[in-house]
């Protein structure tokens, strides 16, 4: 049997890479990793997202800190609250006052 020389396969996070690897990292995706990015899925229900990057002896996944967009922001919580809207019967009274007096 041939031996194969197999790389060492990783899972570490990007702030674990040394800084010239992160500037790597960096050179191989200029334009974000939204296209090589991967899910992993854990036992636990969570998950996580790697991107693939190799060197010499070794390949690596590395985890990337991924904001999810769940559909709600809670800096806009209350957004329309009536506190952000004074004045605004006012203005429409004003509107329609001014399109009665045109007729």
Known sequence: MATENKKRRLITSYNNLTPEQQAEVKALYPLG???VMMRFDKPDGTFFYTVPYETEDTYYMVKIDVKVD???DDDNDGYYDEDDLKGADELADAADEASDDEF
């Open 70 to 72: 769940d559909g709600s």
């Open 33 to 35: 990793f939204n296209e």
